[in-house]
């Protein structure tokens, strides 16, 4: 088979899931059992090997033929807007599929049993292979509008998955606001495919890739106009400053959604489009310069927004938003290999932390919120082990795949020089406070006196509280659209920690796959797809990466240390600090005020403006100017034949002879 | 014969019949002076035929009769209805179509 | 294979006045009969029409001779998804009407009928007199099906909608007949089939006011801000079926005119007005979106949803571009499959909400109606034209044309699509989920409801996964509708 065939395999395996599920929930009774969950699993699976089977097919081409296109049928074209069904397989499309892939596949089983006992189970595997679909979708498309189609069609499913529980109120809120945020990506998009389909005449990557060096010369004011807004796109999804406020509602989801897509797939997808698209940001550095400013930017916000938030799923939510803002960095300082890299090991850590806050809430009878948490370390042991594993990955602890993958980026950084240094410095500041937030997690839900769920699993019991919204507090029952009672933590579930060792091992170890000096699999594996790039040899030398890695790992070793001095050693300096700095506490825990922001600049605007179109547009002018215009006429016109119409017969016979004989007179007149 | 004496007397009859239809308030008196409107015409119309030789003023003449009859018919039919009903006989009483 | 188009047209009121004539219950029969029949025409059609041919199945008499008006029909790329999606259209919501319980039945069955018949008529017709008969014929069973089974102050509304729309039809029968009179040059036959028009001339000046004419009666119908002042009154006391194909299909026939009568015969005049009819579509976008954001009654929701609808409609076609009035014939086929199956779901909603289509008052549907939520979800994705819906397609290409000559028109009109995400989204959620509203008992959606709305569900996923099919056949005839009035446009930008 070839590469290509692979990559049809790869998208039919979750396709052919999502209707198999779907159409077996139609059968009276439905799918029995977890077969559901296996089925998406195996579906899952199936893309994972075809990955496998396209990667195997791609490594025996020789290197600069290892980009192989298929179309399927013509989707639509009318003069110069020509567009295939079209999947393009080369060392990115296929690298992200075995990520997408394969962290999905784990995810799945994880559901398998998380989700056992909700009445949506179904729905939900439906839903998620349709994701995965969508996601591999994007990552395989080979021209702008297939990719658009992906890029909306995980919006969707994320925004179906988001309000999965759809009697909660702050469920389906979040979804929309999700989907909302990400149509105004995929309109920046579109916008952005019709800018270069003008000057390059085509919309599948490898003609406008190949036209743009002709078209476009230097920062051309068109192409960087273009990329900024696949940057919107990008920022849109990957939830970068501006448009991030999404992702902290999107943990309105079940868990294991939190984990697959807003951790680790679909919001990595703004990372996978600058990086595809880097021969013409390449070309346009102004563009890319603004990624790289707004990626640190945002890396910068979501580290301080952590260290204050007290609600477990949204402090990682967070640390997701910094975390992808460093892989905004990398590929816009046109460290591709380095930010596709971090894109790789994030994947296996904040699903990891994902999977082991899931079975921490679960164990909390569903509380969230890290106040009421701790002590769970004795009754947790396994998930315990897992989620640090996680975090130290997370905080780049010294040899742990975060740490390779986070230090090269800013190793490239740096290596820019310039003023590009200045972000290097923020990125580092980020590094101690991302050390310092993740094990604030660890050591608040962990370590300390243990609270009564926990000492009521020490001994066996799994605690219970009435089902309620954590968010609000409102009571709910256990039926479709809300969650099941019975949650299942990983302790138990073999399918929970069957899924949760392998991405422990990996959090830990993944990174020895690329060691400056030692080894380079990721970078030499993607190279066919960035041999055009003009950054190839602005890589820093190994002896300077080295130092990166030597000060990132002080770094992440100064604030585990720090927050275990404020967790464990002296607990309540942080209160103290809280009490002493109210202000800042309050920025930070209202998430520098955005979410107020955007309501004051665009919710409350169109609101009045429909309230005004209605009140006196509709009313005054429509109704009453134009209609009552209209009408007006019809009304004195037939007020004026009404009044004729006397109901008198003579009156009628009157006018009638009246009329004949003025007609006859007429023609008398004329004919003389 | 000249033409001139059929259309004057035409012309008598019609304004006779219209100044009927005008002035009288009985329906059937109006139906009387209708006919007698519709035969001023008929008799122009033969008058026109002979004068020009032609058929069809002949024609039309018979067509006016079958549409008076038809007339005659209804109008009377309606005023029995009338009449049955206890209804006023008279046009100024009957002006439900005001508008 | 021969198609008789006569068959095709007069099918309907045909089965109409047979059902008239029968027993209730065969009746139904019968006016179903003659809707699936039509539609089996329908697929024939389709599967014979030559996407490279000219105008196809023509049928030509001689029906006035002396004022020079002809029996003529006829098929291309153009109209040839219009009569699809009429054919589409009235099946269900013929299938909807013949087995829910009202009064006097055949005789809404006949209205139904006769206005498959119009509103074919209008789409065939290839002489200008015979499109306006058809054009106009076709508020006579709307005005009935209205004034006769609506709710609420059906009367006020059918008043409302009949002196509208006939204002507007009046002054385009004035433009009609005076440009047939002024068009025939000395000497010769006067004449109002479309081909013959098209060759002849008209002054610039004299284009230019019948244009606007013709516009008028289009827009009132299409409808577009500021013209749609018979819309709320008439969407929210129709009968469910009727508003169904007045928003599904008879909208479009107004803005197919423009592509098959005023374009290509009045390119100068169709050029002078360009800016103007732009800026309405691009603010009917906006304020038909912003509205439809702010309403609580569904009906209203989806009836300022079609203002912003069309509004891209029209854009697409005045962009006078070769993508942008692709887009524009796409969308029509799309907005009309879209929009009846939404109609026929808020029916099924509203039956289950003791009658109330209030927003505030509905929720949490989708807990004990799943398919129903499945089926109102893939169609409201279709409707704020989520990629991988042919709507995307449609409105993609809508933009695209509208970038290339007026980026800043089509920048604003882009915020369009973002705002239909909102209004839509806010729909699905407001009906389907949340916590179920006081009078919401939630039951899943019956079998007719069911057979109606599934096969347009299917129309909408097939289209969206192939969306060419309907681009490759309607090229031809769009791009030379559009052609002249271009050619004249480009002419101005040289000078």
Known sequence: MSGTSYGWLVLAFPLAGTLVIAFGWLRPGGLPGRLPGWIASGAILGAFLSSIGALIELQDQPEDARSLVDSAWTYASTGDFKVDLSILVDPLSVFMCLVVSGVSFLIHVYSVAYMDGDRGYHRYFAYLNFFVFSMLLLVLAANFVVLIVGWAFVGAASYLLISFWYRRETATRAGIKAFVINVIGDVGLVVAAFLLLDKTGALDYAGVFAQADQVFTHNDGTLVAACLLILVGAFAKSAQLPLHTWLPDAMEGPTPVSALIHAATMVTAGVYLIARTHPLFELAPAAADVGAIVGTATLVFGATVALAVTDLKRTIAYSTISQIGYMVLGVSVFAYGAGLFHLMTHAFFKALLFMGAGSVISAMGGIQDMDRMGGLRKAMPFTFAAFTAGALALAAFPFTSGFFSKDEILAFTVERGGWYLVLAIAGYAGALLTAFYAFRMVFRVFYGNPVAEARELEQGHLAHHAPANPATGEPEDTDVGFPAEEHHIAERERPMRAAMGPLAVLALLAGLVQVPGVSDVIEKFLEPSFADSHFHDTAPSDGSEWIGLVVGGLISLVGIGAAYHAYVRRRGVTLELRDRFPRVHAFLVNKWYFDELFEALFVRPVATAGGFGRAVIETRFVQGFIVGGATGVVRVGSSFARSIQTGYLRGYALLLLLGVALLALYFLLASS | ?99 | ?495
């Open chain 2, 1 to 99: 014969m000249n033409i001139t004496w059929f259309l004057v007397l035409s012309a008598f009859l019609f304004v006779i019949g219209a100044a009927g239809v005008l002035t009288r308030r009985n329906p059937l008196v109006v139906l009387l002076c209708l006919e007698l409107m519709l035969n001023a015409g008929n008799l122009a119309l033969v008058a026109f035929s002979r004068m020009h030789g032609g058929q069809a003023g002949q024609v039309f003449a018979l067509i006016v009769m079958v549409i008076a009859a038809c007339e005659v018919v209804i109008g009377l039919g309606i005023i029995v209805a009338m009449y049955r009903n206890r209804l006023p006989i008279d046009i100024d009483e009957m002006s439900e179509l005001r508008g």
């Open chain 3, 1 to 495: 294979m021969t198609i008789h188009l006569s068959i095709v047209l007069f099918l309907p009121l045909a089965t109409g006045l047979l059902g008239a004539f029968l027993p209730r219950e065969m009746a139904r029969w019968a006016v179903l009969a003659g809707s699936v029949a039509v539609l089996l025409y329908a697929v024939a059609l389709l599967a014979d029409f030559d996407a490279g041919g000219g105008l196809q199945y023509v049928t030509d008499d001689e029906w006035i001779p002396e004022l020079g008006i002809r029996y003529q029909l006829g098929i291309d790329g153009l109209n040839l998804f219009m009569v699809a999606l009429t054919a589409i259209a009235w099946v269900p919501c013929t299938l909807v009407a013949a087995f829910r319980e009202h009064d006097r039945p055949k005789q809404f069955f006949f209205w139904l009928a006769l206005g498959e018949t119009a509103v074919l008529g209008a789409f065939l017709a290839q002489d200008l007199a015979l499109f306006i008969v058809f054009f106009d014929l076709m508020l006579v069973p709307f005005y009935f099906m209205i004034g006769g089974w609506g709710t609420g102050d059906r009367v006020r509304a059918t008043t409302k909608f009949v002196i509208y729309t006939l204002a507007g039809s009046l002054l385009m029968l004035a433009a009609a007949v005076a440009l047939g009179v002024l068009s025939t040059p000395d000497g010769g036959e006067i004449s109002f089939s479309l081909a013959t028009l098209q060759q002849r001339s008209v002054s610039e000046g004299t284009q230019q006011w019948m244009v606007l004419l013709f516009a008028l009666a289009f827009f009132v119908k299409a409808p577009l801000f500021p013209l749609h002042g018979w819309v709320p009154e008439t969407y929210r006391s129709s009968p469910i079926v009727t508003i169904a194909l007045l928003s599904g299909v008879l909208s479009k026939v107004g803005v197919y005119g423009f592509l098959r009568i005023v374009l290509p015969i009045m390119p100068e005049g169709a050029q002078h007005w360009q800016e103007l009819f732009i800026i309405l579509a691009v603010f009917s976008i906006l304020y038909g979106s912003i509205l439809a954001f702010s309403q609580d009654n569904m009906r209203l929701v989806l009836a300022y949803s079609s203002i912003a609808q069309l509004g891209f409609i029209v854009l697409g076609i005045f962009a006078l571009e070769e993508k942008g009035a692709q887009g524009a014939v796409l969308q029509m086929l799309n907005h009309g499959i879209v929009v009846v199956p939404l109609f026929l779901i808020v029916g099924v909603i509203a039956a289950r909400a003791k009658g109330s289509e209030s927003l505030s008052e509905l929720g949490g549907m989708a807990f004990r109606a799943p398919v129903l939520a499945t089926l109102f979800l893939i169609v409201t994705f279709a409707t704020l034209a989520m990629p991988g819906s042919a709507n995307f397609v449609g409105e993609l290409l809508v933009l695209f044309g509208t970038f290339e000559d007026k980026l800043v028109y089509g920048l604003v009109a882009s915020v369009g699509v973002v705002l239909a995400a909102v209004y839509m989204i806010r729909l699905f959620g407001r009906a389907m989920h949340n916590r179920p509203g006081p009078a919401v008992e939630s039951r899943e959606i019956d079998g007719l409801h069911l057979a109606a709305v599934v096969p347009l569900v299917a129309v909408i996923v097939a289209l969206g996964v192939y969306p060419h099919f309907v681009v490759h056949r309607t090229e031809k005839a769009t791009t030379a509708s559009i052609q002249e009035a271009r050619g004249v446009g480009q002419q101005v930008v040289a000078r």
